[in-house]
């Protein structure tokens, strides 16, 4: 099972402001694939300037996403699930070089949960009610609360990432990702 040659380029950067860019720390890490114990990736681990610049581009794109409108958020999760879709052998080839799941594990259940979840938050933020009106004078709005730290396990990468990002972008909020450095692969 080869690595998909789009995940093994860009191991060792981060997705900042809209770009792939190699951390500033760019401290080396093997990833290594439990069941050859063998490095399968090379990632680097950033520093505090790397989640600096990513909290930056995250407050900046927040200014312009929190306003933008529910057919929109829809639009983009939409897009999200697709391409989730259309890359979900990718997606467990990466789960089982990143953790050691067997290949039908990763399929069945690893890639399918993230995609399952994206699918739920599509179906909630269709009819979801951001103002609730209260008695007579009261009406409650949910916004978006601002930057989201999403921090993910090594062992339900997927379904943690999709847990926490459906949600955030539904809501309107921006977000910086760690996904685990033990099993980042299936993140990128």
Known sequence: MPMPA?????AGHAYIDGAWAAPKGARPLDV???ATEEPVAQIALGDERDVDAAVRAARKAFASFSQTSREERLALLEKIADVYARRAEDIAQAVTHEMGAPITLARQAQAA???????????????????ERIGKTTVVTREPIGVCGLITPWNWPLNQIACKVGPAL???CTMILKPSE??????L
Do not use: M, Q, T
């Open 113 to 131: 949960a993230g995609l399952g979840h994206l699918k739920r938050v599509i179906e909630v933020l269709r009819n979801y009610e951001f103002d």
């Open 32 to 34: 290594i694939d439990p």
């Open 170 to 172: 539904a809501a309107g």
């Open 6 to 10: 789009h995940i093994a380029a860009n």
């Open 182 to 187: 033990v099993a980042p692969l299936s993140a």
